[in-house]
């Protein structure tokens, strides 16, 4: 009797290896963008995703703070985020206009190993462009300026 329970305590601890062995990284998410305006959807040529730690103290339309990751997805189809650890995150999405304003963003709180695919929501907003010593390049993306280039 003594020797089956150690027989079924290193059952059990074999069972208890193998679920945690797997049970820390989930399957490669997909995110989608929903626009809650179609006209930030139609003026958008640009949608940045970040993973957060949370949404809160994160400020709508401005970068990411903190990201875990950062992509860029087509706001017409769900695309893949990574692979990370289960758990809640927040998901921050900023989608930008051919001249690098800002036209939507939104955060929301998923759940990674429940969500899938994960959505954020984007509202419109009036967002602001590139920082100074930036400037406008093609598909909405701000870059560094030539530091001789023109001026008066």
């Known amino acids: 009797m003594h020797a089956s329970r150690h027989a079924a305590a290193g059952a059990l601890a074999l069972v208890f290896v193998a679920a945690l062995s797997g049970g ?7 995110v989608v963008v929903r626009f809650e ?4 959807a139609a003026d958008a040529v640009r949608v940045e995703v970040s993973l957060l730690e949370t949404c809160e ?22 695309q893949p985020i990574g692979t990370f650890d289960r758990g809640d995150y927040g998901l921050y999405g900023r989608a930008f206009d051919a001249s ?14 429940a969500d899938d695919p994960l959505e ?9 462009g590139c920082q100074g010593g930036e400037r406008c ?8 300026s030539d530091a001789g280039s023109g001026g008066p």
């Open 24 to 30: 820390c990284d989930v399957p490669t998410p997909s």
């Open 37 to 40: 305006s179609p006209a930030s």
């Open 57 to 78: 103290g994160q400020t709508v339309g401005e970068a990411a703070t903190s990201p875990i990751t950062t992509v860029e997805v087509t706001p017409t189809r769900s």
């Open 100 to 113: 690098c304003a800002v036209v939507a963003a939104g955060c929301d709180h998923v759940s990674l190993g």
């Open 120 to 128: 954020v929501r984007l509202a419109p907003i009036a967002g602001e």
């Open 137 to 144: 390049a093609s598909e909405g993306r701000c870059v560094v």
